[in-house]
């Protein structure tokens, strides 16, 4: 189950993010935050391909109108591969204008759930010191409504929902901590948060992806693994990657039970030949399936 797997050999990303599975098309969409493009790529023909953006983007969804949607630097908008066309959406953050997106994931209904941070990332790619947690997490309506659910974020990270649509689960990496919030599926409502897991010693807690029996699989940066959690939050399983910065995954494959990892060669010594690679582990797990921004 631990084999790991790299797909696209050739393939490396400054700060790989953001993995989106869809199973319809046996597709699977993820980013380069700050390379600033994004990539799609079709396991079964091997075909890949690259948009390059003038925006830092954190995220990339299909939409059931067809075209994306794209988390860009401080705003969303459809992106129309074919001409390339951007058109603006929303932008659920603008009276921060020091952040910059990073988490975002699409909820069982279809509405784009947007996380941000105070952007760390230079004009040229540099590291910049985060000094405040003025990150924010937001949803986005299939008509643009967007509502604000949380404030004074560190780094918004790891976005899921249960199997049975009732819990959701939010974290902030600054704060060592992964909460889940009780969530009425029919209302986009979620409440009464609380500390769902919290680790030490094994990096920080980055995105996470969560299969059909409630377990979550927590990519931990810096800390080059992969924590399996049970539903109560409890440790069930350890995964050793061969990078440093494991960031986010999600299951895809005709079963669904390829784990695909991202990744990131920022922020690393080089020494590992396989940073900022995409990773991909056969895990004889089905995972919960992606869903299509409804707008």
């Given at each position: 189950?631990?084999?790991?797997?790299?797909?696209?050999?050739?393939?490396?990303?400054?700060?790989?993010?953001?993995?989106?599975?869809?199973?319809?098309?046996?597709?699977?969409?993820?980013?380069?935050?700050?390379?600033?493009?994004?990539?799609?790529?079709?396991?079964?023909?091997?075909?890949?391909?690259?948009?390059?953006?003038?925006?830092?983007?954190?995220?990339?969804?299909?939409?059931?109108?067809?075209g994306f949607l794209v988390a860009l630097h401080r705003e969303l908008a459809f992106f129309d591969p074919a001409s390339g066309n951007l058109t603006p959406?929303?932008?659920?953050?603008?009276?921060?204008?020091?952040?910059?997106?990073?988490?975002?994931?699409?909820?069982?209904?279809?509405?784009?759930?947007?996380?941000?941070?105070?952007?760390?990332?230079?004009?040229?790619?540099?590291?910049?010191?985060?000094?405040?947690?003025?990150?924010?997490?937001?949803?986005?309506?299939?008509?643009?409504?967007?509502?604000?659910?949380?404030?004074?974020?560190?780094?918004?990270?790891?976005?899921?929902?249960?199997?049975?649509?009732?819990?959701?689960?939010?974290?902030?990496?600054?704060?060592?901590?992964?909460?889940?919030?009780?969530?009425?599926?029919?209302?986009?409502?979620?409440?009464?948060?609380?500390?769902?897991?919290?680790?030490?010693?094994?990096?920080?807690?980055?995105?996470?992806?969560?299969?059909?029996?409630?377990?979550?699989?927590?990519?931990?940066?810096?800390?080059?693994?992969?924590?399996?959690?049970?539903?109560?939050?409890?440790?069930?399983?350890?995964?050793?990657?061969?990078?440093?910065?494991?960031?986010?995954?999600?299951?895809?494959?005709?079963?669904?039970?390829?784990?695909?990892?991202?990744?990131?060669?920022?922020?690393?010594?080089?020494?590992?030949?396989?940073?900022?690679?995409?990773?991909?582990?056969?895990?004889?797990?089905?995972?919960?399936?992606?869903?299509?921004?409804?707008?």
């Amino acid at each position: 189950m631990t084999e790991i797997q790299t797909p696209l050999p050739d393939l490396r990303c400054q700060l790989g993010e953001g993995p989106f599975w869809d199973q319809h098309s046996q597709t699977l969409y993820w980013v380069d935050i700050i390379g600033k493009a994004a990539f799609a790529w079709k396991p079964a023909q091997n075909d890949l391909q690259k948009w390059t953006f003038n925006s830092l983007i954190s995220a990339i969804v299909p939409r059931e109108a067809g075209g994306f949607l794209v988390a860009l630097h401080r705003e969303l908008a459809f992106f129309d591969p074919a001409s390339g066309n951007l058109t603006p959406f929303v932008a659920p953050d603008a009276d921060h204008s020091e952040n910059r997106s990073n988490e975002a994931r699409v909820d069982p209904m279809g509405r784009f759930w947007h996380g941000t941070m105070q952007n760390n990332i230079g004009p040229n790619g540099e590291a910049v010191a985060i000094t405040q947690h003025s990150g924010t997490l937001n949803r986005v309506d299939a008509n643009g409504k967007m509502t604000r659910f949380c404030e004074n974020i560190g780094i918004s990270n790891t976005l899921l929902w249960s199997p049975d649509g009732t819990r959701m689960y939010f974290g902030d990496t600054l704060a060592n901590r992964m909460d889940v919030y009780d969530f009425d599926m029919a209302s986009g409502m979620a409440s009464n948060p609380r500390l769902f897991c919290s680790v030490e010693g094994r990096g920080g807690m980055d995105g996470s992806a969560i299969d059909q029996d409630g377990f979550i699989w927590n990519a931990r940066y810096g800390g080059s693994c992969i924590i399996r959690f049970n539903p109560d939050g409890e440790i069930d399983r350890i995964i050793d990657v061969p990078v440093t910065n494991p960031t986010s995954c999600v299951f895809g494959g005709p079963d669904m039970t390829t784990l695909y990892i991202t990744s990131a060669a920022d922020d690393t010594d080089g020494t590992k030949p396989l940073e900022g690679a995409l990773l991909a582990i056969e895990t004889g797990v089905a995972g919960a399936p992606c869903h299509a921004f409804a707008g």
